[in-house]
């Protein structure tokens, strides 16, 4: 099974000129970790997550060694400043992708080696979908429990 049969192709994608506060919106109202960042030419230029955003929050490691005590309530101040960036200013660049023609499993392997929970999906560059664990797991799963004469058979409690 290859990526591009499980793949979700329609994505929700920024600019790297995108105001942090339509990000940040766009993930809390949607419930999303993270984003492609496209050119207009749909070229993926790099990734925008809730990690890059929540990072600037925490303390410096300056702060750390400096301090015996971190008022991390207000850290969360902070907040103001990251909102009033736009993408470019935090997003990662050149995030990894893996292409549409890959084997599902091996894209889920290299998901797990870098820790991510999903991953962009590019063609010569541009952006042609998102893959994530979950998408690998169901993919399985439905080939899995569908193949033969497997049933399902569990308890839920």
């Known amino acids: 099974m290859l990526v591009e049969e499980i793949m979700t192709k329609s994505v929700k994608t920024v600019k ?10 766009l993930m ?4 999303i970790s993270g984003l492609p960042v496209i050119d207009d030419e749909n070229n993926l230029l790099g990734i925008i997550a809730e990690k890059d955003v929540l990072h600037n929050l925490f303390p410096s490691l300056e702060e750390l060694m400096e301090s015996l005590e971190i008022d991390y309530e207000k850290m969360m101040d902070k907040y103001v400043d990251v909102i009033n960036l736009k993408v470019e200013d935090i997003m990662t660049k050149s995030a990894i992708s893996i292409r549409p023609d890959l084997p599902c499993i091996k894209a889920a392997s290299i998901m797990v080696k870098h ?3 999903r991953i962009p ?3 010569d560059g541009k952006l042609v979908g998102m893959l994530s664990l979950g998408d690998v797991h169901k993919a399985i799963f439905q080939t899995t ?3 033969g004469d497997k049933k399902l058979s569990f308890q839920v409690n």
């Open 28 to 31: 809390c109202l949607y419930r």
């Open 145 to 147: 429990l569908f193949k």
């Open 121 to 123: 999906v590019a063609d």
């Open 115 to 117: 820790k991510f929970r």
């Open 16 to 25: 790297k000129e995108t105001e942090m506060l339509d990000v940040v919106s």
